[in-house]
Protein backbone atom coordinates (compact mmCIF):
# COMPACT_ATOMS: atom_id res chain seq x y z
CA UNK A 1 0.00 0.00 0.00
CA UNK A 2 0.98 3.48 -0.71
CA UNK A 3 0.38 6.91 1.35
CA UNK A 4 0.29 10.05 -0.36
CA UNK A 5 -0.39 13.54 0.82
CA UNK A 6 -2.37 16.27 -1.23
CA UNK A 7 -0.01 19.16 -0.89
CA UNK A 8 -0.45 22.53 -1.78
CA UNK A 9 1.71 24.77 0.01
CA UNK A 10 -1.19 25.48 1.94
CA UNK A 11 -0.97 25.70 6.09
CA UNK A 12 -3.89 22.68 6.15
CA UNK A 13 -2.25 20.28 3.86
CA UNK A 14 1.49 20.82 5.42
CA UNK A 15 -0.20 19.60 8.88
CA UNK A 16 -1.26 16.52 7.18
CA UNK A 17 2.10 16.14 5.16
CA UNK A 18 3.94 16.53 8.99
CA UNK A 19 1.01 14.25 10.63
CA UNK A 20 1.67 11.37 8.00
CA UNK A 21 5.01 11.21 8.14
CA UNK A 22 4.72 10.91 12.28
CA UNK A 23 2.14 8.27 11.70
CA UNK A 24 3.86 6.12 9.15
CA UNK A 25 7.20 7.69 8.48
CA UNK A 26 9.60 8.66 5.43
CA UNK A 27 7.25 6.09 2.92
CA UNK A 28 5.19 8.56 2.87
CA UNK A 29 4.79 10.66 -0.64
CA UNK A 30 3.90 14.31 -1.03
CA UNK A 31 1.58 15.58 -4.39
CA UNK A 32 2.02 18.58 -5.31
CA UNK A 33 -0.50 19.64 -8.65
CA UNK A 34 0.84 22.70 -10.09
CA UNK A 35 -1.42 25.24 -11.62
CA UNK A 36 1.77 27.47 -13.23
CA UNK A 37 -0.22 30.49 -11.54
CA UNK A 38 1.45 29.79 -8.16
CA UNK A 39 3.28 32.49 -6.04
CA UNK A 40 7.51 31.94 -6.15
CA UNK A 41 7.27 31.32 -2.19
CA UNK A 42 5.15 28.58 -2.64
CA UNK A 43 7.30 26.72 -5.13
CA UNK A 44 10.20 27.00 -2.39
CA UNK A 45 8.16 26.13 0.13
CA UNK A 46 6.52 23.19 -0.94
CA UNK A 47 10.19 21.55 -2.03
CA UNK A 48 11.79 22.62 1.40
CA UNK A 49 8.83 21.40 3.58
CA UNK A 50 9.47 18.29 1.38
CA UNK A 51 12.89 18.18 2.21
CA UNK A 52 12.28 18.74 5.83
CA UNK A 53 10.63 15.90 6.32
CA UNK A 54 12.58 13.99 3.87
CA UNK A 55 9.84 12.47 1.95
CA UNK A 56 9.38 12.07 -2.00
CA UNK A 57 8.04 14.63 -3.65
CA UNK A 58 5.40 14.08 -7.43
CA UNK A 59 4.77 17.46 -9.08
CA UNK A 60 2.15 17.04 -11.37
CA UNK A 61 0.55 18.89 -14.15
CA UNK A 62 -2.29 18.94 -16.65
CA UNK A 63 -1.08 17.54 -19.74
CA UNK A 64 -3.17 19.21 -21.13
CA UNK A 65 -2.48 22.34 -20.83
CA UNK A 66 0.40 24.73 -19.48
CA UNK A 67 -0.94 25.73 -16.65
CA UNK A 68 -3.57 28.16 -15.92
CA UNK A 69 -3.52 31.27 -18.73
CA UNK A 70 -3.04 28.89 -20.92
CA UNK A 71 -6.06 27.50 -20.07
CA UNK A 72 -8.09 30.00 -19.70
CA UNK A 73 -6.57 31.55 -23.30
CA UNK A 74 -7.39 27.81 -24.87
CA UNK A 75 -11.09 27.77 -23.26
CA UNK A 76 -11.71 31.28 -24.45
CA UNK A 77 -12.70 32.33 -20.79
CA UNK A 78 -11.42 32.58 -17.34
CA UNK A 79 -12.91 29.87 -14.98
CA UNK A 80 -15.61 31.56 -11.95
CA UNK A 81 -16.93 30.77 -9.44
CA UNK A 82 -20.11 28.65 -11.17
CA UNK A 83 -17.32 27.54 -13.63
CA UNK A 84 -14.57 26.40 -11.38
CA UNK A 85 -12.81 24.42 -14.29
CA UNK A 86 -9.83 25.80 -12.81
CA UNK A 87 -9.75 23.24 -10.47
CA UNK A 88 -10.70 20.33 -12.21
CA UNK A 89 -8.17 20.89 -15.19
CA UNK A 90 -5.48 21.94 -13.01
CA UNK A 91 -5.94 19.39 -10.02
CA UNK A 92 -8.64 17.14 -10.03
CA UNK A 93 -7.67 15.55 -13.42
CA UNK A 94 -4.04 15.38 -12.95
CA UNK A 95 -4.90 13.80 -9.54
CA UNK A 96 -6.93 11.65 -10.86
CA UNK A 97 -4.34 10.65 -13.16
CA UNK A 98 -1.66 10.01 -10.93
CA UNK A 99 -3.87 7.63 -8.38
CA UNK A 100 -4.76 5.72 -11.50
CA UNK A 101 -1.46 5.44 -12.53
CA UNK A 102 -0.73 3.59 -9.07
CA UNK A 103 -1.14 0.33 -9.45
CA UNK A 104 -1.56 -0.85 -5.82
CA UNK A 105 -3.85 0.34 -2.55
CA UNK A 106 -3.52 3.47 -2.05
CA UNK A 107 -3.96 6.08 1.10
CA UNK A 108 -4.96 9.74 0.12
CA UNK A 109 -4.52 11.88 2.48
CA UNK A 110 -6.44 15.54 2.63
CA UNK A 111 -5.85 18.62 4.51
CA UNK A 112 -9.75 19.23 4.68
CA UNK A 113 -11.36 20.58 7.65
CA UNK A 114 -14.64 20.99 8.34
CA UNK A 115 -15.20 24.84 9.52
CA UNK A 116 -13.63 25.85 6.04
CA UNK A 117 -17.11 26.00 4.53
CA UNK A 118 -20.72 24.62 4.39
CA UNK A 119 -19.73 22.06 1.35
CA UNK A 120 -16.76 21.14 3.01
CA UNK A 121 -18.32 20.35 7.08
CA UNK A 122 -20.78 17.56 5.15
CA UNK A 123 -17.49 15.55 3.81
CA UNK A 124 -16.91 12.84 5.87
CA UNK A 125 -12.77 12.16 7.84
CA UNK A 126 -12.64 9.07 5.64
CA UNK A 127 -14.48 7.96 2.28
CA UNK A 128 -13.73 5.93 -1.21
CA UNK A 129 -11.54 8.33 -3.42
CA UNK A 130 -13.64 7.32 -6.40
CA UNK A 131 -16.53 7.54 -4.32
CA UNK A 132 -18.55 10.32 -6.26
CA UNK A 133 -17.94 7.78 -9.36
CA UNK A 134 -20.11 5.53 -8.34
CA UNK A 135 -22.60 7.92 -5.73
CA UNK A 136 -23.77 11.27 -6.81
CA UNK A 137 -21.81 14.03 -5.41
CA UNK A 138 -25.06 16.69 -6.00
CA UNK A 139 -27.69 17.48 -8.32
CA UNK A 140 -28.06 19.05 -11.70
CA UNK A 141 -30.40 22.25 -12.95
CA UNK A 142 -33.23 19.57 -13.07
CA UNK A 143 -32.69 17.85 -9.72
CA UNK A 144 -30.81 14.87 -11.75
CA UNK A 145 -27.65 13.24 -9.66
CA UNK A 146 -24.27 14.45 -11.17
CA UNK A 147 -21.76 12.10 -10.88
CA UNK A 148 -17.87 12.47 -11.72
CA UNK A 149 -17.20 10.88 -15.30
CA UNK A 150 -13.18 11.06 -16.31
CA UNK A 151 -11.79 8.38 -17.07
CA UNK A 152 -14.73 6.52 -15.10
CA UNK A 153 -13.75 3.23 -17.56
CA UNK A 154 -10.50 2.98 -15.98
CA UNK A 155 -11.72 4.05 -12.72
CA UNK A 156 -14.03 1.15 -12.07
CA UNK A 157 -11.16 -1.52 -13.51
CA UNK A 158 -8.95 0.47 -10.83
CA UNK A 159 -11.78 0.15 -8.52
CA UNK A 160 -11.91 -3.96 -9.15
CA UNK A 161 -8.11 -4.38 -8.58
CA UNK A 162 -7.74 -1.73 -5.63
CA UNK A 163 -8.44 0.09 -2.72
CA UNK A 164 -8.03 3.61 -2.41
CA UNK A 165 -9.17 5.31 0.51
CA UNK A 166 -9.27 9.10 1.69
CA UNK A 167 -8.35 10.58 5.00
CA UNK A 168 -9.14 13.85 6.48
CA UNK A 169 -7.16 13.64 9.56
CA UNK A 170 -7.10 17.41 10.34
CA UNK A 171 -11.09 17.12 9.98
CA UNK A 172 -12.02 18.89 13.25
CA UNK A 173 -9.41 21.27 13.25
CA UNK A 174 -9.20 24.69 13.36
CA UNK A 175 -6.98 27.04 11.79
CA UNK A 176 -5.25 28.16 14.32
CA UNK A 177 -4.79 24.24 15.71
CA UNK A 178 -2.93 23.94 11.94
CA UNK A 179 -1.11 27.01 12.75
CA UNK A 180 0.11 25.30 16.05
CA UNK A 181 0.91 22.00 15.06
CA UNK A 182 3.25 22.84 12.50
CA UNK A 183 4.83 25.47 14.73
CA UNK A 184 5.59 23.05 17.19
CA UNK A 185 6.75 20.56 14.82
CA UNK A 186 9.67 22.88 14.24
CA UNK A 187 8.22 24.21 11.04
CA UNK A 188 7.14 27.37 9.20
CA UNK A 189 3.81 27.42 7.63
CA UNK A 190 4.20 29.40 3.97
CA UNK A 191 5.57 32.69 4.37
CA UNK A 192 2.69 34.39 2.21
CA UNK A 193 0.89 33.99 5.41
CA UNK A 194 3.28 36.50 7.50
CA UNK A 195 2.80 38.54 4.58
CA UNK A 196 -0.86 38.74 5.44
CA UNK A 197 -2.27 36.08 2.86
CA UNK A 198 -5.03 34.26 4.62
CA UNK A 199 -5.41 31.31 1.73
CA UNK A 200 -2.20 29.98 -0.90
CA UNK A 201 -3.18 28.92 -3.58
CA UNK A 202 -3.20 30.73 -7.21
CA UNK A 203 -1.99 34.20 -6.76
CA UNK A 204 -4.07 35.33 -7.54
CA UNK A 205 -7.09 32.91 -7.10
CA UNK A 206 -10.15 33.55 -8.96
CA UNK A 207 -11.87 34.36 -5.69
CA UNK A 208 -9.34 36.04 -4.13
CA UNK A 209 -10.49 38.78 -1.07
CA UNK A 210 -10.05 42.53 -2.32
CA UNK A 211 -7.92 43.21 0.69
CA UNK A 212 -5.50 40.07 -0.46
CA UNK A 213 -5.62 41.59 -3.90
CA UNK A 214 -4.33 45.33 -2.56
CA UNK A 215 -1.28 43.40 -1.36
CA UNK A 216 -0.86 42.30 -4.81
CA UNK A 217 -1.33 45.25 -6.46
CA UNK A 218 1.26 46.67 -4.16
CA UNK A 219 4.11 44.63 -3.45
CA UNK A 220 3.85 41.57 -6.38
CA UNK A 221 2.11 43.84 -9.32
CA UNK A 222 3.74 41.70 -11.88
CA UNK A 223 1.56 38.93 -10.63
CA UNK A 224 -1.43 42.00 -12.15
CA UNK A 225 0.61 41.95 -15.46
CA UNK A 226 0.84 38.57 -15.82
CA UNK A 227 -3.41 38.61 -15.81
CA UNK A 228 -3.69 41.75 -18.09
CA UNK A 229 -1.15 39.77 -20.83
CA UNK A 230 -3.62 36.54 -20.56
CA UNK A 231 -6.96 39.16 -20.85
CA UNK A 232 -5.25 40.83 -24.12
CA UNK A 233 -4.04 37.34 -25.44
CA UNK A 234 -8.03 36.47 -25.56
CA UNK A 235 -9.71 36.03 -28.68
CA UNK A 236 -12.76 37.93 -27.02
CA UNK A 237 -11.89 41.08 -25.80
CA UNK A 238 -14.63 41.06 -23.16
CA UNK A 239 -12.98 38.17 -20.93
CA UNK A 240 -11.61 38.91 -18.22
CA UNK A 241 -10.36 37.65 -14.88
CA UNK A 242 -12.75 39.28 -12.38
CA UNK A 243 -15.89 38.73 -12.05
CA UNK A 244 -18.46 40.81 -13.55
CA UNK A 245 -20.11 41.61 -9.66
CA UNK A 246 -15.89 42.13 -8.00
CA UNK A 247 -16.57 45.70 -8.12
CA UNK A 248 -19.35 48.27 -8.49
CA UNK A 249 -20.79 48.87 -12.03
CA UNK A 250 -20.07 53.07 -11.58
CA UNK A 251 -16.45 51.51 -11.72
CA UNK A 252 -16.43 49.80 -14.78
CA UNK A 253 -15.06 51.32 -18.22
CA UNK A 254 -17.87 49.78 -19.88
CA UNK A 255 -20.25 49.36 -16.75
CA UNK A 256 -21.11 45.90 -17.62
CA UNK A 257 -17.16 43.79 -17.18
CA UNK A 258 -14.34 44.60 -14.79
CA UNK A 259 -11.37 45.01 -16.86
CA UNK A 260 -8.12 44.20 -14.46
CA UNK A 261 -7.27 47.93 -15.00
CA UNK A 262 -10.66 49.04 -13.70
CA UNK A 263 -10.27 46.54 -10.72
CA UNK A 264 -6.80 47.62 -9.91
CA UNK A 265 -7.76 51.53 -10.07
CA UNK A 266 -10.90 50.97 -8.15
CA UNK A 267 -8.90 48.83 -5.27
CA UNK A 268 -6.70 52.01 -5.55
CA UNK A 269 -9.01 54.59 -4.86
CA UNK A 270 -10.51 52.15 -1.89
CA UNK A 271 -7.43 51.42 -0.05
CA UNK A 272 -8.23 54.11 2.48
CA UNK A 273 -12.03 52.25 3.14
CA UNK A 274 -10.26 49.34 3.20
CA UNK A 275 -7.68 50.24 5.97
CA UNK A 276 -11.02 51.31 7.90
CA UNK A 277 -12.04 47.75 8.21
CA UNK A 278 -8.51 46.15 8.59
CA UNK A 279 -5.72 46.02 10.01
CA UNK A 280 -2.88 48.86 8.95
CA UNK A 281 0.07 47.83 7.28
CA UNK A 282 4.06 49.05 8.36
CA UNK A 283 3.11 50.37 11.76
CA UNK A 284 4.97 47.16 13.38
CA UNK A 285 1.76 44.94 13.77
CA UNK A 286 1.52 41.06 12.81
CA UNK A 287 0.34 41.32 9.34
CA UNK A 288 -0.59 37.81 9.69
CA UNK A 289 -3.97 36.39 9.21
CA UNK A 290 -2.89 33.87 12.04
CA UNK A 291 -1.26 35.90 14.61
CA UNK A 292 2.23 33.98 13.31
CA UNK A 293 4.88 37.01 14.80
CA UNK A 294 6.40 35.51 17.57
S1 LIG B 1 -6.90 28.34 -6.28
FE1 LIG B 1 -8.64 29.46 -7.19
S2 LIG B 1 -8.03 29.91 -9.28
FE2 LIG B 1 -6.65 28.31 -8.52
S3 LIG B 1 -7.54 26.38 -9.16
FE3 LIG B 1 -8.33 26.80 -7.11
S4 LIG B 1 -10.27 27.92 -7.42
FE4 LIG B 1 -9.12 27.97 -9.36
Redesign the pocket.
Known amino acids: MKAFVSFSGGKDSQACLIWAVKTWGQKVEAVFCD?G?EHPLTYIHVQEVCDQLGVALHTLKSKKYAG?GDMSIQKGRF?STKA?F??EE??IKPMVDFVLSQETDLLVIQGIRKDESNSRSKMEEQCHYFKGWIEPYGKDKKGRPRFNTYRKKDVLIHMERYSSTIMRPIFDWTSQDVINYILENNQKPNPLYYKGFS?V??F?????RQSELKLIIEKYPEHIDKIKEWESGMEKKDRHFFPPNYIPKRAMTNRIWPTTDDVVKYIKGKNETIEVFEEPEGDGRCMSYYHLCE
Open positions: THFPRCTLKRGCPCIMC
